[in-house]
């Protein structure tokens, strides 16, 4: 049985605006997967359908095979940590310590382990000198990765970043990637939502498309990169690879590799 599971949910917001529709996903432990589709498609909506921020109006999300229905937001979060979109609706202390303490503070463990889960989360998000500064006294950047670490140091089975690349340059994508795939090493679940098609091809081999309240594809990169239907419906570009391929006259190229060996897969 798969650890997360949406059927058939559907969510409405409060205003009666239906934001997501009729959505089934499964995600197994160690699964990474990316989510990735045209502003307002339903990304975040659906997401925090997946940790109980929201509950569905219609179907059920299922997490470790117990409805959300049927839990508060700060139990299941507790298995499914949602990093925030914007950073700044996240973050509340004075120091980027007391940031990542916080949740850890309130489940209740000793001094000596939430110091160590601190130590170890900022270490993981290169943190580890910054400890004692102002959350807003660092870059956007650096505050993204003060939220993932603090969702991180809690230990849920499934972490889920929402737009972890946004204004990111190279070497902090880097970092990303390797946090992503740390997680995995661990057998957690990564779901990762991104506008940055270089950093799907690189770094996901499972990617779901939505597009106007749906969920349009669930399959490869290559699959769905070289789909011009379903880019045009999503409004999603092709990886500048793909496009260099393209006018080159080849099809189904994803990487550097494959367009050096005129590889068409
Ligand atoms: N609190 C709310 N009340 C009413 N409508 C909302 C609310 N939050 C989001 N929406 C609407 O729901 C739709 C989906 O929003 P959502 O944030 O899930 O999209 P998204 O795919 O994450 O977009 P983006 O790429 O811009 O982050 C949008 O039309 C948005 O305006
Ligand atoms: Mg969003």
């Known amino acids: 049985m798969a650890y997360l599971e949406l059927k058939n949910v559907t969510f409405r917001y409060p ?11 499964a995600f197994d432990k160690g699964e990474k997967a990316a989510i990735i589709g045209q502003n307002g498609a339903g990304k975040t909506t659906t997401v925090k359908l997946m940790n109980g921020l929201l509950k569905p109006s219609a179907g059920e999300v ?5 409805s959300t229905k049927k839990n508060t937001t700060a139990t299941i979060a507790k298995k499914v940590g949602y990093v925030f979109q914007n950073p700044d609706d996240q973050i509340f202390q004075d120091t980027i310590y007391k940031e990542i303490a916080f949740g ?9 382990q939430i110091e160590k889960k601190v130590l170890e989360a900022a270490q993981m998000c290169g943190l580890e000198n910054d400890l004692q500064e102002h959350p ?4 956007y950047s650096k505050r993204k990765f003060i939220t993932i670490a603090a969702i991180v140091a809690m230990d849920p089975q499934v972490v889920i970043l929402d737009e972890p690349t946004a204004g990111q340059d190279r070497k902090s994508t880097e970092l990303l990637g390797k946090i992503i795939d740390d997680l995995t090493a661990q057998n957690k679940t990564v779901i990762t939502i991104t506008h940055d098609m270089e950093f799907v091809v690189k770094e996901f081999k499972r990617v779901i498309v939505m597009a106007e309240k749906r969920k349009r594809r669930d399959s490869n990169p290559r699959d769905i990169f ?29 990487t550097i590799e494959d367009l050096l060996e005129g590889k068409e897969s």
């Open 136 to 139: 807003y006294n660092l870059s």
């Open 62 to 66: 299922l997490v470790d095979g117990e």
């Open 226 to 254: 070289w789909d011009y239907d379903l880019l045009k419906l999503s409004n999603l570009k092709q990886p500048y690879i793909c496009q260099l391929a393209d006018k080159l006259g080849y099809e189904n190229i994803l």
């Open 15 to 25: 205003n009666g605006y239906t934001a997501v529709e009729d959505i089934n996903l």
């Open 104 to 112: 850890l503070k309130k489940s209740g463990l000793h001094a000596s």
